[in-house]
């Protein structure tokens, strides 16, 4: 599903002497099947741009196009349908999980949604095999469940109901670097099986450059920059000036520029290039 | 200033221990680094470090003074913690009344008390803030603002228990900084609590712990050079590490394991000038 935003303003508290204007006039797209990733600074309104990604609020001004529906500040009942289409993962699923059994969990959106029980209950196998879960888990409390498979029991709750567009808000805050790449391959997995569009907020510049086609850089409710990852963290100052750091491999990439005199290009701008680079440049040495 | 004597744990009588039988010091003045995956027990052992729990078996000792439930208050004062989301323990409406919060609970006079307040602010920064509500302050200054309340306690260590995870990277860099001073112009003990090695680099020794029990010991460095073994224990080997990794597979070794890249691109600067 196509997602625009056409010169969306969203303003928090509106007409009271309280209100807040979080998103300024906000425009881009993102292709349908794109891997897109959004970040920001806290408070940059990332978060206030993805609650309009499944009508948990509309737009003050202009208009959001997410397939055939369309926000805008007019009343508006698709909301529900839109839903079954926009599935999101907020910060922290697991504070949502309530039910006894993990199965009750699961299957609560896709009652809700009145999807076929039946049919849904068949495929639960192979939703928990694609959240890296055991089959015996379903019968069991999710409170007794670790953090990490909380998070996964609640993941399996949003992606059970094959969303088109899949909305992740953080979600590997908090976990341990192997659950963290665990995590992140299992998206990569669910976005290029499913041929859905995935959109994650993150903090992590290294996973931005390595998952996503495309970046959105939010800045005070606007977008600062859209592009794809690797022509982005070249503007170093710009980012930072932002509060935003370079990954790690761009900011030893420049350093080399700097010392060693030798140039890294775009290619290399990865664990091997940088390695070959420095391999080059020794080798280079014993020769003169 | 803290030692952990032959210190088991578990929660339940019937349940199996989740520290086993662990030694530990740390020494006045030094920075230890606390590292392990989720669920290796590196909370359990910050948690015993100020008795918020106590061990089922061995001692705990503060200043040679054994921690009993008796003396726990006074421990305490001693032993700051510093946790994940600062937001769980503001209790006051504005960062003055919550900087105070402590102090008040000792019925500190409160002219000295003010003055305590305002260098604890000073030393994290946030003076000039005392009238803001801590609620509507960033992430990085919230946990600024936990740390001055700590600091007004005038304790001789902080634990900081994953007090970097919840923020972007500017204020995790900040934060960093911020206790490389208190460390280095208060001479306090900073425990710190992660699964980011790159945070480690900072430490001055680092204690692994696996499976409740210490995996490793020793420097920064010599942790590092440990290499893909840190993987089999559910961590990730820094950038600089896995970089230098793939150098040595090309035949290109340096006299020591680089901490972070600038160090490595130095040592390869120095070794072609000499070539």
């Known amino acids: 599903m196509d997602i625009t935003f056409k010169e969306v303003d969203y303003i928090y508290q ?45 737009p003050i001004q202009g208009e959001v196009t997410i397939g055939e529906f369309t926000l805008s500040s007019e009343k508006n009942h698709q909301v529900k349908d839109l839903r079954k289409h926009v599935g999101v993962v907020f910060q922290y699923p697991e504070h949502q999980l309530f039910e006894e059994t993990v199965k009750k969990d699961i299957l609560f959106g896709p009652k809700n949604f009145g999807f076929d029980l039946d049919r849904k209950e068949d495929e639960l196998a192979d939703v928990l095999n694609n959240v890296g ?22 993941i399996a709750g949003v992606i059970v109901l094959e969303p088109s567009v899949l909305v992740l808000d953080e979600p590997t805050a908090g976990l341990d670097p192997l659950g963290r790449s665990q995590m992140l391959k299992l998206f990569s997995h669910l976005h290029q099986s499913r041929q859905q569009t995935t959109v994650l907020v993150t903090h992590h510049m290294e996973d931005a450059l390595a998952y996503a086609d495309q970046v959105i850089v939010m800045n005070q409710g606007k977008v600062e920059m859209i592009g794809e990852p690797k022509e982005l963290f070249k503007k170093k100052e710009r980012l930072r000036d932002i509060g935003l750091d370079i990954p790690e491999v761009f900011e030893c990439a420049n350093y080399i520029e700097n010392k060693l005199g030798v140039s890294v290009n775009e290619c290399q701008s990865n664990m091997e290039g940088i390695s070959q680079v420095l391999v080059d440049f020794v080798k280079a040495g014993a020769r003169s | 200033m803290i030692k952990f004597d032959r210190v088991s744990f578990r929660y339940r009588d019937d349940s199996s221990k989740v520290i086993n039988d662990i030694n530990l010091s740390i020494d006045r003045g030094e920075w230890v680094a606390l590292i392990g995956h989720n669920g290796s027990g590196k909370s359990t052992v910050a948690k015993m470090m100020n008795g918020l729990l106590l061990p089922s078996e061995g001692q705990v000792f503060i200043d040679d003074i054994e921690l009993t439930e008796q003396n726990l208050i006074e421990v305490r004062q001693k032993v700051g913690m510093v946790f994940q989301n600062p937001e769980n323990q503001f209790v006051g409406t504005t960062v003055l009344d919550d900087v105070a919060f402590g102090l008040e609970n000792l019925g500190v006079d409160p002219e000295y008390m003010y003055e305590r307040i305002q260098q604890s602010l000073k030393q994290v920064s946030m003076d000039g803030y005392e009238q803001h509500e801590p609620h509507r302050l960033s992430g990085g200054q919230k946990q600024r603002i936990a740390i001055a309340g700590v600091l007004a306690m005038l304790p001789e260590v902080i634990v900081f228990d994953e007090a970097t995870t919840m923020l972007d990277p500017m204020g995790r860099k900040d934060l960093l900084q911020t206790m490389k001073t208190l460390k280095e112009e208060r001479g306090l003990s900073i425990v710190s609590i992660t699964h980011d090695l790159t945070e480690a680099a900072f430490a001055d020794r680092v204690l692994v712990l696996n499976q409740g029990e210490v995996w490793f010991e020793g420097e920064p460095r010599q942790l590092f050079a440990k290499g893909e073994e840190l993987e089999n224990i559910g961590l990730e080997p820094p950038f600089v590490t896995k970089l230098y990794h793939q150098l040595k597979s090309e035949n290109i070794t340096l006299e020591r394991e680089p901490l972070d890249f600038k160090e490595l691109v130095d040592e390869l600067w120095t070794l072609h000038l000499k070539k």
């Open chain 1, 14 to 58: 509106y007409n009271t002497p309280f209100e807040h204007q979080a998103l300024h006039n906000l425009s881009f797209h993102i292709p349908s099947g794109s891997f897109t990733a959004i970040i920001g600074h806290t408070g940059s309104g990332k978060s206030t741009l993805i609650q309009h990604l499944n009508g948990l609020i509309k």
């Open chain 1, 133 to 154: 879960l055991p089959v015996d888990v379903l019968d069991r409390s999710p409170f007794e469940l670790s953090g990490g498979q909380m998070r996964r029991v609640a």
